[in-house]
């Protein structure tokens, strides 16, 4: 009987795609689930929230393309993101390099090598209620990255919300840095990877993203120029040439925990400096402390170092002066010989 | 009369050939260190092996100059021929008045060219820039090599002075190398293309006269003192 009334159903259901309502007259029940493996696992999927999300507008079946007729008899295969975000397709799902970057990532290699932990897509994005970053209530919005990478990264929320950029977020400052900044969002890759944003020779550049950001930094209150005066630095020239030993920011700044020097526990606290100092130089001691940092000699605000500076701009400009001038009053004291020797 | 007048003692061409090579390294390793963003930093950089490489070099020509500095301060302490030298070097009173009297030639305000000694305030200037440069880039060239050992006795800031004055003397170097010491021994008519004394240390009596009349007017006196004594003898 059930059989027959199957087939019926399926033969009345054959040229129409199933409604969303259909499916969720079972899977809209918050205890549908199955025992699997003796341990009950949901179906559950909110309807309100399926419908909030940006795929609201599309069918279950648009996705679970191996679902035919409903009810279905069959487990369904675990649905692919690519199977509307690749290159070319016809449905309008944007692709931009998301997924191609994320094939590269640190993430996607644990999961090609079998780590059960290893986030893809649905992880981030969620499976049904996927939001676009920009809608404040998604998971992947910038306020609530720090929480889903914490997820599984504790350590490093643990440490990063001590940090000044998370303060600055906590408090509103949606420029301040969150984890995707630094890491990248879908090539995350390990430092020690040249290609990573934080490799030696990226990890300025990256800071630099926000920290050479005038506006952005004038609006967190923060001076710009230090990413170009560490250019210009000793440190900063070694490194671009290749140095990788030589100190970048992270070095004296710290990376998670980044705090501002006036904060006792900052390693650039003047009181805390030798020992930060002291990690390459060994005898480094309270003296490094005694003058600035991050210095543009031709700025009033380097001190000694911009009167040094404007000293040998102005001399060097006067001996040029003078070097000219000796030379073309002997070069007129030549012509004045060679035609007194013709007359 | 012999043409050739012994001008520069084989210690002092010895003392100016190190000096030119040390100094010209110099310049390259660290200029092209300076410009390390430009192509041609660049292209200077490879070819002196790299960047770890060209700062060897540079502390080995610093090496190199700081021997040649110590060289030429006992020669011109200890030797009789340096002490002499050196002394003609000092700068004095009338090298003001020379100085006064040739811009007052050149510019046709005055009908006679002013005659100068062994070394005239060309020669000096020459000399006491490059002193006192080679002083500057020595003391701050030492902050920055041993900065490690520095750190116990300096601030911060000496360091970041020390790379300032280095890098603004360098600057001050070239210019003196080329718009005042390659003009005057090259460049300029009376010794263009090349004053080759620096090389076999011998000058000719007509350019001795020209530029160097009163050494020349002594040098005379002195031998002819010296041929009226062997006649007595």
């Known amino acids: 009987m059930t059989a027959l009334l199957t087939i019926l159903l399926a033969f009345l259901q054959i040229g129409s795609s199933p409604q969303n309502t259909r499916c969720f007259l079972c899977h809209g029940k918050k205890d549908f689930g199955v025992m699997e493996d003796g341990k009950f696992q949901s179906l559950y999927v909110s309807p309100k929230q399926f419908s909030a999300s940006i795929h609201g507008k599309f069918t279950c079946v648009q996705c679970h393309t191996d679902v035919k007729v409903i009810p279905h008899f069959i487990r369904p295969q675990k649905v692919s993101c690519l199977q509307c975000h690749f290159e070319g397709n016809t449905v309008g799902a944007p692709v931009k390099w998301m997924p191609e970057k994320y094939k590269d990532s640190i993430h996607a290699k644990a999961l090609a090598e079998g780590n059960p932990n290893a986030p893809d897509c649905e992880t981030c994005h969620t499976t049904h209620y996927v939001k676009s970053p920009s809608d404040s209530t998604s998971q992947t919005n910038r306020r609530n990255i720090p929480d889903l990478c914490g997820r599984c990264h504790i350590k490093q929320f643990?440490?990063?919300?001590?940090?000044?950029?998370?303060?600055?977020?906590?408090?509103?400052?949606?420029?301040?840095?969150?984890?995707?900044?630094?890491?990248?969002?879908?090539?995350?890759?390990?430092?020690?990877?040249?290609?990573?944003?934080?490799?030696?020779?990226?990890?300025?550049?990256?800071?630099?993203?926000?920290?050479?950001?005038?506006?952005?930094?004038?609006?967190?209150?923060?001076?710009?120029?230090?990413?170009?005066?560490?250019?210009?630095?000793?440190?900063?020239?070694?490194?671009?040439?290749?140095?990788?030993?030589?100190?970048?920011?992270?070095?004296?700044?710290?990376?998670?925990?980044?705090?501002?020097?006036?904060?006792?526990?900052?390693?650039?606290?003047?009181?805390?400096?030798?020992?930060?100092?002291?990690?390459?130089?060994p005898h480094a001691d309270k003296n490094v402390a005694k003058g600035k940092v991050h210095i543009i000699p031709s700025e009033r605000s380097a001190g000694i170092v911009f009167y040094v500076y404007t000293f040998f701009k102005w001399f060097t400009l006067a001996v040029l002066v003078f070097l000219f001038a000796h030379i073309a009053l002997d070069l007129s004291g030549f012509i004045r010989r060679k035609h007194a020797r013709h007359e | 009369?012999?043409?050739?007048?012994?001008?520069?003692?084989?210690?002092?061409?010895?003392?100016?050939?190190?000096?030119?090579?040390?100094?010209?390294?110099?310049?390259?390793?660290?200029?092209?260190?300076?410009?390390?963003?430009?192509?041609?930093?660049?292209?200077?950089?490879?070819?002196?092996?790299?960047?770890?490489?060209?700062?060897?070099?540079?502390?080995?020509?610093?090496?190199?100059?700081?021997?040649?500095?110590?060289?030429?301060?006992?020669?011109?302490?200890?030797?009789?021929?340096?002490?002499?030298e050196f002394k003609s070097l000092l700068p004095i009173r009338n090298d003001l008045v020379d100085l006064k009297n040739s811009i007052l030639y050149d510019l046709m305000k005055r009908a006679e060219r002013p005659a100068f000694g062994r070394y005239s305030y060309r020669e000096k200037i020459q000399y006491w820039a490059f002193f006192v440069f080679i002083?500057?880039?020595?003391?701050?060239?030492?902050?920055?090599?041993?900065?490690?050992?520095?750190?116990?006795?300096?601030?911060?800031?000496?360091?970041?002075?020390?790379?300032?004055?280095?890098?603004?003397?360098?600057?001050?170097?070239?210019l003196f190398l080329v718009l005042w010491h390659m003009y005057v021994v090259h460049l300029s008519p009376a010794n263009f293309p090349a004053n080759s004394s620096f090389w076999h240390g011998y000058v000719s009596v007509k350019w001795m006269k020209e530029n160097h009349f009163l050494e020349y007017e002594s040098m005379i006196r002195d031998s002819e003192a010296k041929h009226a004594e062997g006649k007595e003898d």
């Open chain 2, 1 to 84: 009369m012999n043409d050739k007048i012994p001008r520069f003692s084989r210690s002092w061409r010895v003392q100016h050939m190190l000096l030119m090579v040390s100094v010209l390294l110099l310049v390259i390793s660290g200029f092209s260190m300076k410009y390390s963003e430009t192509l041609w930093g660049k292209i200077l950089i490879f070819l002196e092996g790299g960047f770890q490489a060209r700062g060897a070099l540079h502390r080995l020509s610093a090496v190199l100059l700081f021997a040649t500095a110590i060289y030429h301060l006992i020669y011109i302490s200890f030797t009789r021929e340096g002490k002499r």
């Open chain 1, 158 to 281: 643990e440490s990063y919300s001590k940090s000044i950029h998370y303060k600055a977020l906590e408090n509103g400052m949606l420029g301040a840095a969150v984890c995707t900044d630094c890491h990248q969002e879908h090539d995350v890759l390990p430092p020690s990877d040249p290609r990573s944003a934080l490799s030696a020779e990226g990890v300025v550049r990256t800071c630099a993203k926000c920290h050479a950001d005038t506006l952005l930094m004038a609006r967190a209150d923060v001076p710009v120029q230090q990413p170009e005066a560490y250019s210009e630095s000793f440190h900063g020239i070694a490194l671009e040439n290749g140095m990788v030993k030589a100190a970048n920011c992270t070095s004296c700044h710290g990376h998670h925990d980044i705090l501002p020097a006036s904060d006792p526990n900052s390693p650039i606290n003047p009181k805390n400096l030798p020992k930060t100092c002291g990690k390459c130089h």
């Open chain 2, 135 to 174: 002083l500057l880039m020595f003391l701050s060239g030492m902050v920055m090599w041993f900065h490690d050992f520095f750190f116990a006795f300096l601030p911060k800031w000496a360091f970041d002075v020390s790379f300032a004055l280095h890098g603004g003397t360098a600057t001050l170097v070239i």
